[in-house]
């Protein structure tokens, strides 16, 4: 889309103040433009100042930092305007469907579906550390879920409270080759949900073809069809099926070249590349408004690229970072401190991969499916890691994980140890903290001291 | 008085490790497994020694530490530790590992990366209902384990040997099932803990041997008046109980009678037989799949089984032992206690040893209520 009236500042990371007067700056004739759900009534607008969303409880905001430019202003204010996007969508008659697990996979069928919008509950794992609040841990606790676990019991407390979204027309959970605290949330979330289907994930085993598996998945994925089919009275066809994958390659491809042009030009920074990451699994329950805000943030970043503009100094320290923070606060610290993003492995990886539009569409999903480092063993997944400090030159390895999280717990010391081996890289792991308002000093001084060692090995 | 002593299921444990100990210096391998969806039939129709590894230990539990983190459950760490310290972990030649939890599904690749023993890694469903594409690639699984054991040993697993086997184990389930059974009595002779021994020294024993040993416990129970004092009955739960945490079902005998349970190294390895309908593997594969746990999802079936075992068996309260970090097992508590309507004591440990004198207060103090 064209910025004619309005254009962006030199990139730079800014404040929450700082993004206020550059809102002020944005003509309304540009905020009138941007609706979801394709519709032009006033309730659909979504491209507030941040302060909004601070107010209506996003405190975090005030803390980190974010790039500059009307795309992003624009993708943020989607983003978080999801909540409400999700009351709407059953307000205004579309059938609202909780996936659970997968990460990827079954939203592709799900909206592929008319008039059906699936969203991840556990995405609200970083509720809690937007809202600086224990309110889901502690509904969560109640449960009988405690805190030595993953920050993903944020999604138990969310079914219990009824208020982050509506109550689901039904709950897709996938599980199987998965953390476990997640699983775990998942059968407990079974006797909060007025229907749950269950889809069984394979185990990936490298030295072995995963064919049949694909084959097993296809299978659940038949399930999942069939399921919606009785939900929604909509006998779908293969072409709006094939339909469904075209569109998610869509976005995928779009993210495919924002994480190029981020992890080698600098042209993004990694709080916006992890929610555009993100974005790949649900679209945001808009995928059609998710994908045009993604094209608009390409636009952007196309244009730095092509005037060699960059977002972050080009001698930052370059850095993998293995798991996604839940706390989106330590990005912006290792940023400030002088280190950029160059490559990411954030358990997501199968709702990057492209699917092929050739093979019959449940076929290509659960094929992209198979290369989910969740499903893998932890070498594979280090490989992955390799692959991308190779590809950037990355100087070091950050792994952040999460105390009691299942898979953090075995796999980090095997991840940092391929690393080792292989590339002779420094890898520093450490675990999130609990919502603060603040990067613990701990880790703080952590932090710093491992940029210190990769500064002296320049 | 116990009916036999803890001293006597050490040195039958002792000396049945080191036998297998000579067996493999002739020649024989030994594969080593955690639960109970390893195809034990399968692994001596391949003429292997199968060895349950479930020891934990809180020497075993710090030398793990070195390889995982702290925040891995401790039976994970203890068997990373008890490959360098316990006398039978290290006979093992290879490992059979299931994927129930993500811990144990990981675990084997640690347990390649540092110690260099082979892997079978069988993959087994997480979801519970027996859909026939779900059990077909569980069968197919079987298939591939099959040619994993083959290749270890040199020898097939041809289906004569595997249906006798299957009928050997059958008897031997059949057996601790009726041992287990004595304790449907007022004031049973048998002990809890004396079970849990029992069971896992079956295990190590083979099927052949053990039956001698359970005829005895059998013959030791039918010999014996019957105390006429009556004791609180309770039922055991959680997460796996190994040998050394027979310190805690000794705390709570004490005071009270463990009539039943639903753990892994308990009532839930000998519930079942294998079905008697159908080609081995085929049996096998519906067999282990409907096996139930805590991990599996839907997991009602476990709640079933409790309901059923508390009914069945009078128990008054529960006594529910988790390991830290073990969220499929810690996550249930709650949920368990309503389904039960029973009081629940929940412990929530590792194998440190310095806690165990809260935990007997916490025991003690959770009998005087009921």
């Excluded at chain 1, 009351?87 to 079954?106: K, N, S």
Aim: aromatic share 8%; net charge negative.
């Amino acid at each position: 889309m064209s910025n004619v009236e309005y254009s962006d500042p030199r990139p730079a990371r800014v404040g929450f103040d700082e993004w206020m007067e550059l809102f002020d700056r944005v003509p309304d004739e540009l905020i009138e433009r941007y609706h979801y759900y394709g519709n032009g009534e006033a309730w659909s607008k979504y491209l507030f100042p941040p302060q909004t969303f601070a107010i209506y409880g996003m405190r975090h905001l005030r803390r980190l930092k974010f790039d500059n430019s009307l795309a992003a202003l624009r993708m943020w204010g989607f983003v978080q305007n999801e909540t409400e996007r999700l009351f709407r969508a059953r307000q205004t008659g579309r059938r609202v469907i909780a996936t659970m697990g997968d990460l990827g996979a079954v939203p592709v069928i799900v909206n592929s579906f008319p008039h059906c919008v699936a969203f991840y509950p556990d995405c609200i794992w970083w509720t809690p550390f937007a809202m600086e609040s224990r309110v889901l841990f502690d509904a969560a606790a109640e449960l009988g879920v405690g805190d030595a676990t993953c920050f993903s019991r944020a999604a138990l407390g969310a079914f219990s409270k009824h208020s982050y979204f509506p109550n689901p027309d039904l709950v897709i959970a996938s599980t199987g080759a998965s953390c476990d605290d997640y699983s775990g949330v998942e059968q407990l979330v079974e006797s909060l949900a007025p229907d749950m289907l269950w889809v069984e994930e394979p185990m990936r085993c490298d030295a072995r073809p995963a064919r049949p598996l694909e084959q097993l998945l296809v299978k659940e994925y038949e399930r999942v069809v069939e399921r919606m089919e009785k939900l929604t009275g909509h006998s779908i066809t293969e072409d709006e099926l094939r339909e469904g994958v075209r569109r998610a390659n869509r976005v995928r491809k779009l993210v495919a070249r924002l994480r190029e042009l981020s992890f080698r030009d600098a042209a993004l920074a990694a709080l916006e590349m992890m929610v555009v990451e993100f974005g790949s699994l649900h679209y945001y329950s808009d995928m059609d408004e998710w994908t045009a805000a993604l094209e608009h943030l390409l636009a952007t970043a196309e244009g730095r690229a092509a005037r060699s503009e960059r977002v972050l100094p080009e001698d930052a320290l370059r850095v993998v970072w293995v798991t996604p923070p839940a706390d989106p606060l330590f990005l912006t610290y290792v940023e400030d401190a002088g280190a950029r993003v160059v490559g990411t492995e954030y358990v997501i990886n199968q709702a990057l991969e492209m699917m092929d539009e050739s093979k019959p569409p449940l076929a290509a999903i659960a094929e992209s499916f198979m290369a989910a480092s969740l499903i893998g063993t932890s070498k594979a997944r280090a490989q992955s890691v390799i692959q991308q400090a190779r590809r950037y030159e990355a100087e070091g390895v950050i792994i952040s994980g999460i105390l009691g999280g299942s898979h953090c717990a075995m796999e980090g010391r095997l991840i940092a140890d391929y690393v080792k081996a292989e590339l002779d890289l420094p890898v520093l792991e450490f675990d999130v903290t609990s919502p603060s308002r603040e990067v613990s000093r701990q880790i703080g001084t952590r932090i710093d001291a491992f940029l210190e060692v990769l500064r002296s090995r320049r | 008085m116990e009916l036999i002593p803890r001293a006597t299921f050490e040195q039958i444990r002792q000396e049945r490790v080191e036998e297998i100990a000579a067996e493999r210096q002739k020649g024989a391998k030994v594969v080593g497994y955690f639960c109970i969806y390893a195809p034990v039939e399968m692994v001596r129709a391949a003429g292997a020694i199968p060895v349950r590894l479930m020891r934990g230990g809180h020497a075993a539990e710090e030398a793990g530490e070195r390889y995982l983190r702290a925040d891995a459950c401790s039976f994970c760490s203890a068997c990373m530790g008890n490959f360098g310290i316990d006398p039978a972990y290290k006979q093992v030649d290879a490992v059979l590992a299931v994927n129930t939890c993500d811990m144990m599904r990981r675990l084997p690749e640690s347990i390649g990366k540092h110690f260099g023993i082979p892997v079978f890694q069988l993959y087994m469903p997480r979801t519970s209902e027996p859909l026939p594409h779900r059990v077909a690639e569980f069968r197919r699984q079987l298939g591939l384990l099959a040619g994993d054991l083959g290749k270890l040993t040199g020898v097939s697993v041809p289906d004569e040997r595997l249906e006798s086997e299957i009928a050997a184990f059958n008897g031997l389930r059949a057996m601790l099932r009726q041992t287990s059974d004595t304790r449907r009595a007022n004031a049973p002779l048998l002990a809890g803990s004396t079970m849990l021994d029992l069971a896992a020294t079956a295990w190590l024993l083979g099927p052949v041997k053990a039956v001698s040993l359970i005829e005895e416990v059998l013959r030791m129970i039918a010999a014996r008046p019957r105390p006429e004092t009556k004791r609180v009955r309770l039922m055991l739960g959680g997460s796996m109980l190994t040998e050394d945490d027979r310190w805690l079902l000794d705390l709570v005998e004490e005071q009270a009678d463990i009539v039943t349970d639903i753990l892994c190294t308990g009532t839930r390895w000998f519930a079942e037989d294998v079905p008697t309908e159908g080609a081995p593997l085929d049996r096998l594969a519906r067999f282990y799949f409907g096996r139930d746990c805590m991990c599996r999802r839907p997991n009602r079936a476990l709640y079933e089984c409790a309901t059923k075992l508390a009914r069945e068996f009078r128990a008054e309260a529960l006594v529910y032992k988790t390991l830290l970090y073990c969220d499929p097992y810690a996550f249930e508590v709650k949920r368990l206690q309503q389904a039960l309507g029973l009081p629940v004591l929940h412990l929530d440990t590792d194998y440190s040893t310095e806690n165990r004198e809260q935990m007997r207060t916490r025991v003690e103090a959770f009998l005087e209520t009921l």
